[in-house]
């Protein structure tokens, strides 16, 4: 038949023929179906498409925000950033933040920056400016915290003077005090001067050391040239007397070459 087989198309035609001819005797049951909703015509069948995989990516399921905390933001916090980035070094200072029945807040008046129950500490600072920007009509934050630091700086010279005061009176007692931390630094900073000292000396030493040995070898080429000119000047004065003058020939024995 060839390549394609064409007789699926024809089979109600060649249905047709035996009923024409009598050669079937019965109309098929399909005959009236195949008549109305013919086979279709394209007789190439058309490769289904392939689906391409997909790679599998690993479902890395990530933990619900539902029960993670919120970030909780104070007023204060901004101005406790600001000081201490300004005033470094009041967070090497003690603290004491033992608290007797947690009520420390309610027993404070920031309308004045000292208090009877707490140390002055950078914390003061912050209270009396948040104090003053809610209580000032007016009152910018910077003007509040120009005059918390004001108010700062003069207890702390307040309390130095104290300090120097009653250090005096107590000498004049009779009273003997160790080293300050000012003593002990010099002297550990004179002990690590005088063995960097040493070290450098020893340093040194060992460089002129080097400098010198790279003259030696010259030296040695030097006198070994003038101890070889002074042999060959006493050769020469050995056989100075035996060469003859000039004018005059040798007489005999070997021609002495200069």
Not at 3 to 23: I, M, S
Not at 63 to 76: D, G, M, T
Not at 115 to 123: C, D, F, I, R
Request: aromatic letters at 8%.
């Amino acid at each position: 038949m060839g390549r394609y087989d064409f007789r699926p198309l024809r089979v109600h035609q060649t249905a047709t023929q035996l009923l024409n001819t009598e050669r079937i005797s019965s109309t098929p049951a399909w005959y009236n179906v195949v008549g109305t909703i013919t086979p279709a015509q394209a007789l190439v069948r058309n490769q289904p498409l392939a689906h391409r995989q997909r790679k599998s990516r690993p479902r890395t399921k990530k933990a619900s925000k539902l029960f993670q905390p919120q970030n909780i933001h104070y007023e204060e916090d901004m101005l406790r950033k600001e000081f201490f980035k300004d005033h470094p070094w009041e967070l090497a200072r003690p603290r004491l933040i033992l608290e007797d029945d947690g009520k420390d807040p309610y027993k404070t008046d920031w309308s004045q920056i000292e208090q009877p129950q707490k140390a002055l500490s950078g914390e003061s600072v912050v209270q009396r400016q948040l104090w003053l920007r809610h209580n000032v009509p007016g009152i910018t934050s910077g003007q509040a915290y120009d005059q918390a630091r004001k108010e700062l700086y003069d207890l702390r010279l307040q309390e130095d003077v104290e300090r120097r005061v009653a250090r005096e009176e107590a000498i004049s007692t009779g009273a003997h005090f160790g080293k300050s931390a000012l003593d002990i630094g010099m002297e550990l900073e004179n002990k690590e001067f005088d063995s960097w000292k040493e070290w450098a000396s020893s340093q040194v030493a060992l460089a002129q050391q080097k400098q010198a040995a790279m003259y030696t070898g010259n030296d040695n080429e030097e006198a070994a040239l003038d101890a070889d000119q002074g042999d060959y000047e006493a050769a020469l004065e050995e056989t100075s007397d035996q060469i003859p003058a000039q004018g005059q020939s040798a007489l005999g024995g070997a021609m002495i070459r200069p």
